[in-house]
């Protein structure tokens, strides 16, 4: 029996663990569950799952969240929450010696360094819940590091794929939710619009895979059947494919190293047809290589990019910024960030002073970016 703790089990991926627990009762156990501010929710799954610990972060403060994450039957911790709250737990449950799943890609983006190395330090595993790394991690098992010359994340490209680049001045927030294969929350879905989820994405395989930005790559792949791949030094190329259902890449984690019945429509590739593939297209969706450019700057400019990146969705999706304005927005922050000279991160305390400068900044009206379309 392994013991699971989640924290964000009130959302879409935490409710998708759950079923993969419901799926496995014999090898799973919920041992302890953390939520933002869905009480309802959150009392009705401690009702079913009887965790000896639970907690409401909108109640209890962020504390509680390291509290969850260092339950001290938990073997496996699902990091499912969304935005950075989870910071601190993270780090906690890598020096309590728990195995992390991860889906809070935003926690790497912001603190990768700190986080990877707080788990090489404890020989503790991260493994990535997240398709797309989930599918690299598949790609790599077993596979020598100095035999890789690329990672290839793929991405669905987003509901906004065809659309012109004067058209997208004008779409809403109701347009962007509007995923054309993944059910998600709502900030990853309007992340997967502007492509910024595929810039965090390639900021978060740096960080795991610890793989240098040049050779990361994306490829467009509307069907989101192939997850990645990874290029070999033969030019050989290993890829995963699957339905997409985020209870595979959840179960995964559980799982490793085993591999586990999954109750999922096994794959039809005679049924999905044609498989496409394409360039991004980096003018019409900039938030892309703006992930790009803050991997090759100053470390903290990941930093920066992640916190403007949320204030921008925030806004976005009160209608007080356009879709356009989203990557202004991030990258009149970085320039900013830059033109101060940046600073050095050389711990979370730095970190924290980042992340808290961007957010002000992005927020404020200094910017003078509130009108843009
Ligand atoms: N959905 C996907 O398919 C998918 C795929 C790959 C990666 N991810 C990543 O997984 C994470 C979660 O995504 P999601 O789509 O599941 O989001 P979501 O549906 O919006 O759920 C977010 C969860 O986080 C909780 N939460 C929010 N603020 C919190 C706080 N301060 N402390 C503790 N919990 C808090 C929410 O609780 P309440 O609802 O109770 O407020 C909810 O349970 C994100 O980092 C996302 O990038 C998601």
């Known amino acids: 029996m392994k013991g699971i703790a989640i924290l964000g089990s009130t959302g879409s991926i935490g409710q998708s663990a759950l079923a993969v627990v419901d799926t496995h009762p014999d090898k799973l156990r919920v041992v302890a569950l953390a939520a933002g501010a869905n009480g309802d929710r959150l009392a009705e799954q401690v009702r079913i799952y009887r965790p000896s610990r639970s907690a409401l972060a909108a109640e209890r403060g962020p504390e509680c969240l390291v509290e969850i994450a260092t339950h001290p039957d938990a073997d496996v911790v699902l990091f ?43 020989g503790v595993a991260v493994l990535p819940v997240d398709s797309e790394h989930n599918a690299i991690h598949q790609c790599l098992h077993g596979r020598r590091a100095d035999d890789v010359t690329r990672l290839i994340l793929t991405a669905s490209g987003g509901p906004f794929r065809g659309l012109a680049a004067d058209a997208l001045a ?87 190293p085993e591999r586990w019945d ?11 047809g044609k498989l496409e593939f394409e360039a991004p297209d980096l ?75 961007a957010r002000a900044y992005a927020a404020g009206p200094a910017t003078g970016v509130k009108s843009l379309s």
């Open 262 to 272: 999954a109750p999922v429509p096994r794959l039809d590739l005679a049924h999905a």
């Open 283 to 357: 003018d019409r969706f900039p938030c892309l290589a703006l992930a790009f450019r803050a991997l090759a700057g100053a470390e903290g400019l990941s930093i920066v990019l992640n916190a403007a990146n949320e204030i921008a969705v925030s806004r976005f999706m009160a209608g007080a910024l356009g879709f356009r304005g989203i990557p202004r927005l991030i990258a009149d922050t970085m320039d900013a960030y830059e033109r101060e000279g940046g600073g050095p991160v050389a711990g979370l305390a730095d970190v924290r002073a980042i992340d808290a400068w």
């Open 80 to 122: 499912a929450s969304s935005g950075t709250a989870a910071l601190d737990a993270v780090l906690a449950a890598i020096e309590a010696g728990k195995t992390i799943a991860l889906a809070n890609k935003e926690i790497l983006v912001m603190a990768g360094s700190v986080v990877m190395a707080a788990a090489r330090r404890r």
């Open 170 to 256: 004008h779409v809403t927030a109701e347009d962007a939710l509007r995923h054309p294969t993944w059910r998600m929350g709502p900030k990853i879905t309007i992340d997967s619009a502007t492509l910024m989820n595929k810039g965090l994405e390639v900021i978060e395989a740096r960080w795991l895979f610890d793989v240098g930005a040049d050779r990361i790559a994306v490829l467009v792949h509307p069907q989101s059947i192939v997850h990645s791949m990874v290029e070999f030094v033969d030019g050989s190329v290993i890829a995963q494919l699957g339905v997409t259902d985020m209870r595979l890449p959840i179960q995964y984690a559980f799982s490793y």
